[in-house]
């Protein structure tokens, strides 16, 4: 059987009365947590509104990790009135897995590393979709141990609470040291109109030692404990249609963290990044990209006794194949030896042009994108001795650039690129990567 337009046009709008609405399946979920869900049901007026609610109630359901399948069925109750019945299916009470894992690892060889994840999440705990989810994690060169609880506010169930405890170990060889973190974080995320905003606090009971013996001198005087206190806030905005190789949309991201609040940590960090995705020719096949990411953290004297600094651990780092490419991992910036020591501040641009194999729609092979690239920018530490505009004209002349071509792939929500690349522009001390560069990445 088949529609015509009009047909499916005057379906759509056709109105529609919701008398009632009756929800089978349901052992753990709370009654409250039921009616705030399917309340909007009793709120649409025609049969777009109805079916655009339906999919908006499966969607929230398996988010929040209450159910793994809603059927959503209009039931005739008279001429003028309907009844929905909705099926649910809830999650066990327990769920947990073994996978192995790959991603980008700035210290580990060719920064690709991967590793071994277990594990386990409690969904729907007390039936008000509360979340406790738990991992062990250990890769080539670092070791993670995370429990993090999260439940939504009710009666919108937008917004999130949420904390953690947490504990990491790893060797940053590429800096010279190797540290171990254990702390507890608090946080809270609110949905505003096209933005979300994130405040949380974060604990940190810090320890850094020397890798080795060939350690500079500017990590080991940093080495031992420290305790670090700091209130952080994100606002974002996203509306790319793929978070892995968006085709179109946009991404505006704006991180600030100020430490202080207890401990021997205090600064202020912010942090911008943005992205545009824009398809031509009104299909995938074509896509340009551009980037800017930029950031700056100064140490806050407004606290007492605040004479050491910024701790490398917090500082910036430039370089690497999902970084600023042609360069090596943690390649940019300022260094002692052999150790890269983060800088104050950095910036970067890039344009990525990315087209589709001639001749292939469809199929394996129309999953690997040529691509073309420009990438610029720096990373340096700032100078209190010298006006702020004699700092950006030093950070401006002294910038890296770069370019070149590639391959680039989602394999299995991974991001993994292959690049020719040449550097164009550098500095005697940078580590450079001229000529073939492998690349993994998660995200923007």
């Known amino acids: 059987m088949s529609f015509t337009e009009e047909e499916i046009e005057e379906f ?16 753990r979920t709370k009654d409250d947590l039921i009616k705030d869900v399917f309340t909007q049901f009793f709120n649409i007026h025609t049969c777009e509104e109805y079916l655009k609610t339906a999919q908006d109630v499966q969607t929230l359901l398996n988010g929040l990790s209450v159910t793994k399948g809603v059927q959503v069925l209009l039931d005739d109750e008279s001429d003028s009135t309907l009844s929905v019945k909705v099926n649910l299916t809830e999650r ?9 894992f790959l991603g980008n690892d700035q ?4 920064g690709v590393g991967g590793g071994l994840n277990i594990n386990g999440l409690f969904p729907n705990l007390f039936g008000r979709a509360e979340k406790v989810s738990c991992c062990w994690i250990k890769a080539l060169t670092n070791h993670r141990k995370e429990l993090v609880f999260t439940k939504p506010m009710q009666p919108h169930l937008s ?7 947490f504990n990491y170990s790893g060797n940053v060889t590429l800096s010279g040291y190797k540290e171990n973190n254990s702390g507890v974080s608090l946080d809270l995320t609110v949905p505003r109109g096209f933005f979300s905003h994130k405040v949380s606090w974060q604990g940190v009971w810090r320890r850094l030692l020397p890798f080795n013996n060939q350690t500079c001198f500017a990590v080991r005087e940093q080495a031992g404990h420290s305790l670090k206190s700091s209130l952080k806030y994100e606002l974002v905005y996203d509306d790319r249609d793929d978070f892995i190789m968006p085709s179109n949309g946009k991404l505006l991201r704006l991180s600030q963290e100020l430490a202080g609040f207890g401990g021997d940590a205090k600064f202020y960090s912010k942090q911008l990044v ?9 299909d995938d096949r074509v896509v340009v990209q551009l980037g800017a990411n930029v950031g700056h953290i100064q140490p806050l004297n407004l606290f007492k006794n605040n004479s050491k600094g910024v701790s490398i651990m917090d500082k910036f780092y430039l370089g690497g194949p999902t970084s600023l490419r042609g360069f090596q991992n943690k390649g940019i ?3 002692e030896r052999d150790n890269a020591l983060g800088a104050d501040m950095f910036w970067q641009l890039s344009a990525h042009l990315r087209l589709s194999l001639p001749g292939v729609r469809g199929g394996i092979l129309d999953k690997f994108k040529p691509q073309l690239f420009v990438n610029c920018g720096n990373a340096t530490n ?11 004209r030093r950070n401006i002349n002294t910038m890296r650039v770069s370019y070149g071509a590639g391959i680039v792939t989602n394999f299995v929500g991974v991001k993994m690129e292959l690049n020719y690349c040449v550097p164009f522009k550098f500095q005697v001390q940078d580590k450079i990567k001229h000529g073939l560069q492998f690349g993994v990445s998660v995200g923007d």
Do not use: C
């Open 12 to 27: 759509l709008k056709r109105p529609i009365h919701i008398s009632k609405v009756v929800v089978d399946g349901v052992s």
């Open 382 to 392: 700032y100078s209190t001795e010298e006006p702020l505009r004699d700092n950006l």
């Open 107 to 110: 210290d580990a060889t060719m």
């Open 159 to 165: 917004s999130f609470i949420g904390g953690s405890l």
């Open 333 to 335: 910036g300022p260094r």
């Open 92 to 100: 066990s009470r327990w769920s947990g897995g073994i996978k192995g």
């Open 274 to 282: 943005v992205q545009l995705n824009k398809s031509l020719f009104n």
